[in-house]
Structure formats: structure tokens, C-alpha cells
């Protein structure tokens, strides 16, 4: 099947669903711009991906995955993104099989606490923190549905290219689990491992040097809920790793 001309037009920029038919639940939300991308997904590959592994156990019953359009008509790109990640917010990740939460998580949705905890939360300068940590960015896995095992999962996995000595010294013991700069869980970092040799609620994520580390939830670290800032007063930036050092390494 693919959408006609006329179709295309109509539709604009739109955001759909992959619909397991077995229980008339959504399991993939995306977006897409007068095309037929939505339509893409049904196509045979060899990916091995969770949302591959759902189409296929659909498959095997003989059934097909169906496709929703949720919206369309958006005006622009930037709507598409905002009603996506609106629907996989609502939806919740445990219950998607999308890898990340999608563009415009900044205003996405939140409990009053975490809204408060994002806009309420006192700074602490990062040049101040002497004690030895990993901050861990999950700004993009992080949903305020998950799971206290699947927050603690997202921090510890998979990291890339983790050094040696910090993997065998264990150098920096701490892990700061950070959202939009605040810190919203720390835990202590008991040993590293190679990615998938723990147990883990998430699919598994192997590759040629990830890790990953297990330890125990520190609940009264006094970094817990502070908004880590630069020196001009800026929150910290998320780093291209996914992961960084405190004291910052020189």
C-alpha cells in the first residue's frame, strides 16, 4: 500500500501509530512529513530492533500491525514534533517500543513535583563538586512513567568507550542520573561490566566496548534535585558521549 498524491497532500506533516492488533494498543508513535513513511515500517528487514521484534511476533500469529494517523494537517515540522512527543509522553516508553522519547520532551509531560523539581531546584555550580562522579545525560530515555528499575537501567546502560581505569579503579564511584541539569537520582557504583552481562529490564544493547555498571540508590546525596550550572549561571549541557566526569578532567 502507499498513499496517493492527493493523500500525501492532505495529510502534511502527521504523526501515527503502529497499532498491535492482539490488544488494540500502540506500540510505535513517529512523525512524518506528506509521505509515506508511516507506511515503511510494514516492509520485511533484517533489523534487529524491539519494534522489528514486535511486528514480527504479530507476524507469527498471522496477523498484521495496524497504522493509525493521529494527527495531521500540522503546520509545520516543529508541531509534528511536539504532538509526537506529547502522545509517546502519554503513552509512556515502557509501553512504546520507540528508543527515545522524541523532540519537545522539555515541555513534555511531567508531574507537578517533577515540574517543580525542573524549575524549583537550587543550583549548585559544577566547579563546586570535588567528590568524584559520572553524570549520566538521560535526558532522552528519561519519561516521568518509568519504574524505579528502568530509571536506575537507563542511567548504568550502555555506555561507550568507559576507560579502563575508570572501569578497574573504579576512580569515580558516584553516578549522578541527570534530566534538563537536575539531578534526579544518584547512585553508588559498586563495578563495571561488559553491556549485557547484568540483569536489566531494557532490550539488551551490545557492541564492540559499552558498558554498564551496577550499585545501590543513594536517597539522601545532597547533589539529589540540585540544577547543575556553569559558571555564567547556564544549566549544564548534555555531553556528546551521553556521559561526563566531575571534577571535570583538565
Not at 157 to 165: A, L
Not at 186 to 208: D, F, H, K, M, N
Request: charged fraction near 25%.
Amino acid at each position: 500500500m502507499k498513499f496517493s498524491k492527493a493523500t500525501k497532500e492532505h495529510l502534511g506533516f502527521y504523526v501515527y501509530g503502529l497499532t498491535d492488533p492482539r490488544d488494540n494498543n500502540i506500540f510505535y508513535v513517529g512523525k512524518a512529513a506528506a509521505n509515506d513513511r508511516a507506511l515503511n515500517h510494514l516492509k520485511s528487514t533484517a533489523l534487529e530492533s524491539k519494534k522489528q521484534a514486535h511486528i514480527d511476533s504479530i507476524r507469527a500469529l498471522n496477523l498484521e500491525p495496524r497504522i493509525e494517523i493521529l494527527r495531521y494537517g500540522l503546520e509545520s515540522e516543529k508541531s509534528a514534533f511536539e504532538v509526537e512527543a506529547a502522545i509517546i509522553d502519554a503513552l509512556g516508553m515502557e509501553n512504546l517500543t520507540n528508543l527515545v522519547r522524541g523532540h519537545g520532551i522539555e515541555r513534555g509531560r511531567l508531574d507537578a513535583s517533577e515540574v517543580e523539581r525542573l524549575y524549583g531546584s537550587k543550583p549548585v555550580l559544577i566547579n563546586s563538586v570535588t567528590e568524584p562522579c559520572i553524570i549520566f545525560f538521560i535526558n532522552n530515555t528519561f519519561s516521568p512513567t518509568l519504574c524505579e528499575q528502568r530509571l536506575y537501567d537507563c542511567t548504568r546502560q550502555f555506555w561507550h568507550q568507559v576507560s579502563e581505569k575508570t572501569r578497574t579503579e573504579n576512580t569515580h564511584p558516584t553516578a549522578l542520573s541527570v534530566v534538563d541539569g537536575v539531578v534526579v537520582r544518584v547512585y553508588s557504583i559498586a563495578g563495571w561490566y561488559s553491556a549485557g552481562s547484568t540483569l536489566s529490564s531494557r532490550p539488551v544493547t551490545v557492541g564492540e566496548d559499552k558498558w554498564e555498571f551496577v550499585g545501590q540508590l543513594i536517597e539522601d546525596h545532597p547533589l539529589v534535585g540540585r540544577l547543575l550550572v556553569e559558571d555564567n549561571g547556564s544549566p549544564i549541557a548534555a555531553a556528546q558521549k551521553g556521559y561526563s566526569y566531575l571534577p571535570r578532567r583538565r
